[in-house]
């Protein structure tokens, strides 16, 4: 699983995280949104995605993709949470940065075991059953030798 006690870690999460999961798991948590001021408001925007082949070759532009993203600062208190999120969704990007800010209170060890750990389980059984089915469908080739050579 990843690591969920780095920043990068908790918000890479949030970045890949269903909007549909992420929205559940917070309303499971009975909490409601604290208050906060926006310091950069939900903004969607294209970004270009670079490759590199074999992840070691020169890099090329892929292509580009629609990210949308958004800073807030909770009230009161400094404490800043940002939220890069793929796609479109406001709402989305709005709760990651939320969910980042109160991460670096006192509330993060709370929502990382009531929150980040079950996503994270979650989107690793996923991707578990992804790779299960693909080895399913795997076709190993085998050659004969004819004794003609």
């Keep these: 699983m990843m690591e969920l006690d780095t920043r990068q870690g908790w918000m890479g999460l949030l970045a890949r995280a269903p909007a549909d999961r992420l929205e559940s798991l917070w309303i499971n948590l009975g909490m409601d949104l604290p208050?906060?001021?926006?310091?950069?408001?939900?903004e969607t925007g294209g970004v270009m995605v670079r490759?590199?082949?074999?992840?070691?070759?020169?890099?090329?532009?892929?292509?580009?993709?629609?990210?949308?993203?958004?800073?807030?600062?909770?009230?009161?208190g400094n404490?800043?949470?940002?939220?890069?999120?793929?796609?479109?969704?406001?709402?989305?990007?709005?709760?990651?940065?939320?969910?980042?800010?109160?991460m670096q209170t006192s509330s993060g060890p709370d929502l990382r075991a009531r929150l980040?750990?079950?996503?994270?389980?979650?989107?690793?059984?996923?991707?578990?059953?992804?790779?299960?089915?693909?080895?399913?469908?795997?076709?190993?080739?085998f050659t004969m030798v004819r004794g003609e050579d």
């Excluded at 906060?36 to 939900?42: D, E, K």
Aim: glycine share 10%.
């Design 116 to 141: 980040l750990v079950p996503l994270a389980q979650e989107m690793a059984a996923r991707a578990q059953g992804r790779a299960e089915r693909a080895e399913a469908t795997k076709v190993t080739f």
């Design 51 to 76: 490759g590199r082949m074999g992840g070691t070759g020169a890099p090329f532009n892929l292509g580009e993709m629609t990210v949308t993203r958004c800073a807030i600062r909770l009230e009161p």
């Design 35 to 42: 208050d906060f001021a926006w310091l950069r408001a939900p």
């Design 79 to 102: 404490v800043i949470g940002h939220a890069y999120v793929q796609g479109r969704d406001k709402s989305k990007a709005r709760l990651a940065a939320v969910i980042d800010a109160l």
